[in-house]
């Protein structure tokens, strides 16, 4: 199996490198490969950033979920990955949803905005808002 970095990712699914795209296409067709919860992280980062490739959201998820869907891509904990996706798509911050997907016990955090999105989507996480009492 082959761990594969964000980079490889994004010229695959942005296709914005004729010659780093065929590459990535033929290494995902002709190898097992391993997508780290770490890179996906970043890929959604560079898709969707102002700074990297400004995609709307939903043609993010889209593609992401293509590349999931490879018969031969590996991820590790794919529940999680759905689930964080899943809440993503619902106008969760991806990064909030993948820390939120992959907790153990309640979440704590002072981040208002993603105490309030775990509420609204009745996540099954437990989120301990802290600093409630700091103006």
């Not at 490879?70 to 899943?86: E, G, N, Y």
């Amino acid at each position: 199996m082959i761990t594969v970095d964000t980079n490889v990712v994004v010229r695959y699914l942005a296709k914005d490198d004729e010659a780093q795209t065929i590459e990535a296409t033929q290494l995902f067709s002709d190898n097992e490969c391993f997508v780290q919860q770490t890179v996906l992280l970043e890929v959604v980062w560079v898709l969707c950033s102002r700074n990297g490739h400004n995609w709307e959201r939903s043609a993010v998820i889209e593609r992401v979920r293509h590349l999931l869907s490879l018969p031969r891509i590996v991820v590790h904990q794919p529940a999680t990955v759905a689930q964080a996706l899943h809440w993503y798509a619902a106008g969760m911050d991806f990064a909030d949803a993948l820390h939120l997907a992959n907790t153990v016990g309640p979440f704590a955090t002072f981040d208002r905005r993603l105490s309030n999105k775990a509420s609204n989507l009745k996540t099954s996480q437990q989120v301990l808002l802290l600093g409630k009492d700091v103006h």
